[in-house]
């Protein structure tokens, strides 16, 4: 019996380097789907907002280092005090 589904699927052909792939490939558990995880990875950039380092704002990243509870207390206040500066 064939499963239904809401989502449908559409197959795409694109052009990757070998190496790319071969690194990709690499980085996949045995059970791990590379289209899945290729479409995970395009709904996250597509719905995601940002959530790659590279993408936040410097403002952000100074926001989130204070909220960690990692963070060195001297570096928090640091990153509050040039928040509280900047608009």
Known sequence: MKRRTKVHMKAIHVNVPISLINDFDAELGFKESRSKLICSLMAERV??????????????????????????????SLLLQILSKTP
């Open 47 to 76: 719905y995601g907002g940002g959530t790659y380092v590279r993408d936040a704002t410097t403002r952000r990243l100074m926001s989130t280092l204070t909220a960690r509870e990692d963070t060195d207390e001297t570096l928090k």
